[in-house]
């Protein structure tokens, strides 16, 4: 249902497990750029009713995340540590040229976001699959079934918004590139890295 071109090789639990602390740190800052995000996109594209709505309602859900996965780091006795570059995320930037007309860059804000999205909602199934620990388990096939309804909602407006053949088109292009990147990762305590 992803499309995603390349899965996680499914070790990466294990290194996840060694580091749970960290993976939880790095996954708070994931919910808080997520909700940056969709305040981003109202800011940027406020003409944008329906797109605008939708903003609202995901920015609330992201932050409540963000408060669930502050909320286990403190229950396991630990405080949040320091945000770090999401390595994934700064290559997944490169791919597509800036500037262009103002329709251009939201479908590729809207796919971007698509694709970061899928990638979460593949690792936090591995993550309820896999681990050992299952409360963080059943945690994260809550939050995995969230992920993959924004996945839909990304793609889907970035259909809307743009010719749909020619989103598809960059949609595709765009899975192949995040394959390669995911060649180099899969190796760190984080979410997309």
């Given at each position: 249902?992803?499309?995603?071109?390349?899965?996680?090789?499914?070790?990466?639990?294990?290194?996840?497990?060694?580091?749970?602390?960290?993976?939880?740190?790095?996954?708070?800052?994931?919910?808080?750029?997520?909700?940056?995000?969709?305040?981003?996109l109202i800011?940027?594209?406020?003409?944008?009713?329906?797109?605008?709505?939708?903003?609202?309602?995901?920015?609330?859900?992201?932050?409540?995340?963000?408060?669930?996965?502050?909320?286990?780091?403190?229950?396991?006795?630990?405080?949040?540590g320091r945000?770090?570059?999401?390595?994934?995320?700064?290559?997944?930037?490169?791919?597509?040229?800036?500037?262009?007309?103002?329709?251009?860059?939201?479908?590729?804000?809207?796919?971007?976001?698509?694709?970061?999205?899928?990638?979460?909602?593949?690792?936090?199934?591995?993550?309820?699959?896999?681990?050992?620990?299952?409360?963080?388990?059943?945690?994260?096939?809550?939050?995995?079934?969230?992920?993959?309804?924004?996945?839909?909602?990304?793609?889907?407006?970035a259909r809307?918004?743009?010719?749909?053949?020619?989103?598809?088109?960059?949609?595709?292009?765009?899975?192949?590139?995040?394959?390669?990147?995911?060649?180099?990762?899969?190796?760190?305590?984080?979410?997309?890295?």
């Open positions: 249902m992803l499309g995603l071109k390349l899965p996680t090789d499914p070790r990466w639990v294990n290194i996840v497990e060694k580091n749970i602390d960290e993976i939880l740190t790095d996954h708070a800052y994931c919910e808080q750029k997520a909700a940056s995000t969709a305040i981003s800011i940027s594209f406020p003409e944008y009713t329906d797109l605008v709505e939708e903003m609202i309602a995901l920015s609330r859900e992201e932050m409540a995340h963000f408060k669930m996965v502050h909320d286990l780091i403190i229950a396991r006795g630990q405080t949040l945000d770090r570059k999401d390595e994934y995320v700064l290559q997944l930037l490169k791919f597509f040229p800036k500037g262009g007309s103002r329709t251009t860059q939201l479908t590729h804000r809207l796919l971007y976001a698509a694709l970061i999205e899928a990638r979460s909602c593949e690792r936090f199934r591995l993550l309820s699959e896999q681990l050992k620990d299952k409360s963080l388990a059943d945690f994260y096939h809550k939050l995995m079934v969230s992920e993959a309804t924004h996945y839909v909602m990304f793609l889907t407006f809307k918004y743009g010719n749909r053949e020619e989103v598809d088109k960059k949609w595709q292009s765009l899975l192949d590139y995040e394959a390669e990147i995911m060649k180099n990762l899969g190796k760190t305590e984080s979410i997309h890295g």
